[in-house]
């Protein structure tokens, strides 16, 4: 996971002491490279904390600007179909192998509908330059934060709250009416409203535009699940062929990595599933030498209930693919 931060507002930037307090109260996020972009001209403030997947290299740094030099961004996630995409993007002159560069390409070509080609988890900053705005968006359902505070004529956003309280511009003051629907109904993320006052999350499958020129904020749900949509199949081993199919498609996505991928094996279902898929996709079935148990494989012991601890599966399951 990454973390990112940001200000708008007309007239001048964040001052860099508090911009670098916010980006920093990320460090956790993001261990592997850190940025700060401003714009005085526009009163645009963008920072990163980094934790890098794709391309290692210094060409991944963000926040990451386009070749024009009117698009920067800053991105926390990743586009799973960040290959696909960059194949129908290939005249866009690419400078790196990031699915940041390739998000920036393709708001450079479909502008906000880029958002119906994303197939991942994301939250992102996109400074326009020459629309004089800022464009930001997250996921589907919300696999990645974002959250922001709105002040006449300014606009802070980050990955967490807490650096939102770092930039001293925003008190930490609980919104009372929101713990107390927690409390009494255990309601939570059922709106954007946040435990904190002023402290907005925006929705999931939800994006703004912010201009400063005009303090002018939009949001809008961009993607919702389409409750009449049927899928219909001759015979019921037609639907566990798809749903394999499906599945199977997503996790050779989610394989694609410059560094090491592990998998959270609890001796479930679900988890075993999955292993089980990404060893079908590795290296012909096979993890590691039979006689090693991978440590990425590892799961709990339950100390003081070891009836309930899932050891003795996820033990047995990387042996069947070893």
Request: hydrophobic share 40%; aromatic share 12%.
């Amino acid at each position: 996971m990454c973390g990112i931060v940001g200000c708008v507002r007309k007239g001048w930037p964040l001052d860099e002491a508090a911009s670098l307090r916010m980006r920093d109260s990320l460090l956790h996020r993001g261990p592997d490279d850190a940025g700060l972009w401003s714009s005085p001209a526009d009163g645009v403030m963008l920072g990163s904390r980094r934790l890098a997947i794709l391309d290692l290299s210094p060409r991944g740094h963000q926040p990451m600007r386009d070749h024009t030099g009117n698009l920067t961004i800053a991105f926390n996630g990743e586009i799973y179909n960040w290959m696909e995409l960059r194949d129908e993007l290939k005249t866009y002159p690419f400078r790196s192998h990031t699915d940041t560069e390739v998000l920036l390409a393709a708001y450079s070509r479909w502008g906000t509908a880029c958002l119906s080609f994303l197939n991942g988890m994301f939250a992102f900053a996109i400074w326009d330059a020459k629309q004089k705005q800022l464009f930001a968006a997250r996921d589907r359902f919300g696999e990645k934060p974002f959250y922001y505070v709105r002040r006449r004529g300014t606009l802070l956003f980050a990955s967490e709250m807490k650096a939102l309280f770092a930039s001293g511009l925003v008190p930490a003051e609980p919104d009372l009416g929101t713990i107390y629907r927690y409390l009494a109904y255990r309601e939570t993320d059922a709106s954007s409203e946040t435990f904190f006052r002023d402290v907005t999350s925006l929705e999931p499958a939800h994006a703004l535009l912010y201009s400063p020129g005009s303090d002018s904020l939009k949001s809008w749900q961009y993607w919702d699940i389409d409750a009449d949509a049927r899928i219909r199949y001759p015979d019921r081993g037609s639907y566990s062929e798809h749903f394999l199919h499906l599945l199977s498609d997503s996790v050779r996505l989610r394989l694609r990595s410059d560094v090491a991928v592990g998998s959270c094996l609890s001796g479930g279902l679900d988890s075993s599933t999955i292993v089980s898929l990404i060893a079908s996709q590795r290296s012909g079935n096979r993890f590691l030498p039979a006689r090693t148990t991978p440590p990425w494989t590892r799961a709990p012991t339950f100390a003081r209930f070891p009836s309930s601890s899932p050891q003795p599966m996820s033990r047995s399951i990387p042996n069947l693919f070893a």
